[in-house]
């Protein structure tokens, strides 16, 4: 347990706390119904019971809080108190807040002030940071690089040579995702509901972009590139690597669901999804987590570890 | 797929990618159908010219062992083992005819590897 172990616990908890005893102090001063919704243009538009704002962020973070903390596996409890609660707890923070300030003194939820749009997305950008810092504050204080394998991965690499891999997995589950998608964008443009359909049709995309990942993994170091037109692409210098392992059961929740999770950069931690099982896992420097979902992950950890020696 | 090159040996490059590529693919670790890397990834990434993974990609074709489709890249036949016997089997009948042996010797010859 180290020093900094209290922070996340705090936020997650003291957010909701916090709006649960402004609403308590604000009771008499607040109208019923109360206002619970705004429209785009920042006006009121949705009323609810005054209880239920006052409640509403506690009992959000405390049910997520409770799925993630069942969700048994260490992985996913560390990810979620250390980052996504705390982002979690001061997004119920801020919009509680807000929400209950707009409704004081108004005479209806009618009355209630503007809540501008800028408003919300400024809370919601400042609860990620915040998530973000936290994240960073915890990790770098304590170790998380899990305990070294007993006999490192070797493709027996011989002095001379040079090897390469290339593999590329697909997800043949995410084209399930596509028929219905397209239906909806076409159904959508066909009722001339054109900004569902452009929505429909950019989650298309990125889901299509889902289907197959490439890897490459060579002298260089270690290139992912996405879906079948191979774009967008990430890479990860051979310099950056510490160690390469490959293992049998990764789990998308550990790394924060499917798809590419989690951001090397913010969080120290990412990750390319696409199913559950074998997996090429890298350890980088400054103690960051790179994973990715391959087949023969064990020929690229191998070559990578062989080329580190070198 | 791992592809190792030994540039100090005497095979040359381009046969040795080729072998690299054929065992991958007689193993079945590519399915039928699957696509391989493009040339100039391959060539990229173990540092070799495009043209002797273009060369390596060629002598597979040649063997029936990938298809060469525009807009599809180099593709794994379907049955690349069965395929590649086809080929050798018919190899060894050309050699055997050029040498004058009669139907019956070569079916003999090869039952007695069996």
């Known amino acids: 347990m180290n020093r900094w172990r209290w922070l996340p616990v705090a936020l997650t908890v003291l957010g909701p706390g916090a709006v649960v005893a402004l609403g308590v102090a604000w009771w008499s001063r607040l109208p019923e119904p109360v206002a619970t919704h705004w429209g785009f243009s920042g006006r009121p538009d949705g009323h609810g019971p005054r209880w239920l704002l006052v409640l509403l962020p506690a009992l959000i973070v405390s049910g997520t809080t409770a799925v993630a903390a069942r969700g048994g596996r260490r992985g996913v409890r560390s990810v979620w108190f250390t980052g996504l609660g705390p982002t979690l707890g001061s997004i119920g923070l801020g919009v509680g807040v807000l929400a209950l300030h707009a409704n004081l003194e108004a005479e209806t939820w009618r009355d209630a002030k503007n809540v501008s749009l800028a408003a919300f997305l400024g809370i919601i950008a400042a609860a990620a940071l915040v998530g973000a810092g936290v994240r960073r504050a915890v990790r770098s204080s304590e170790s998380v690089r899990s305990s070294a394998p007993r006999a490192a991965a070797s493709a027996q690499l011989q002095a001379n040579e040079r090897a390469a891999f290339i593999g590329t997995t697909r997800a043949r589950w995410t084209l399930w995702l596509l028929a219905p998608l397209i239906a909806v964008a076409v159904v959508a443009a066909l009722a001339h509901a054109f900004v569902t359909a452009a929505i429909t049709v950019a989650s298309a995309a990125l889901v299509a972009n889902l289907t197959s990942v490439r890897v490459r993994a060579d002298g260089h170091g270690v290139r992912v590139a996405f879906g079948p037109l191979g774009v967008p692409r990430t890479s990860i210098p051979l310099n950056d690597i510490v160690h390469a392992r490959s293992i049998q059961d990764l789990e998308p929740m550990e790394w924060g669901g499917w798809g590419y999770r989690g951001s090397l950069a913010v969080m120290g931690r990412a990750a390319v999804v696409l199913r559950r099982g074998e997996a090429l896992v890298l350890d980088l420097t400054r103690d960051r987590s790179f994973a990715v979902t391959i087949d023969h992950a064990d020929q690229a950890a191998g070559l990578l570890n062989d080329l580190l020696r070198r | ?114």
């Open chain 2, 1 to 114: 797929m791992l592809v190792r090159v030994d540039p100090a040996s005497s095979v040359p490059l381009y046969g040795q990618v080729a072998a690299q590529v054929r065992g991958t693919i007689l193993r079945g670790e590519i399915g039928a159908g699957e696509r391989l890397p493009p040339a100039r990834e391959l060539a990229d990434a173990l540092d070799l010219n495009m043209h002797t993974v273009l060369r390596a990609y060629a002598e597979l074709r040649d063997e029936g062992l990938v298809e060469l489709r525009r807009g599809r890249g180099v593709t794994v036949v379907a049955a690349p083992a069965k395929t590649r016997v086809r080929h050798l089997v018919s190899d060894l009948v050309v050699e055997a005819r050029r040498l004058g042996l009669t139907n019956r010797e070569v079916q003999a010859l090869v039952r007695e590897q069996l």
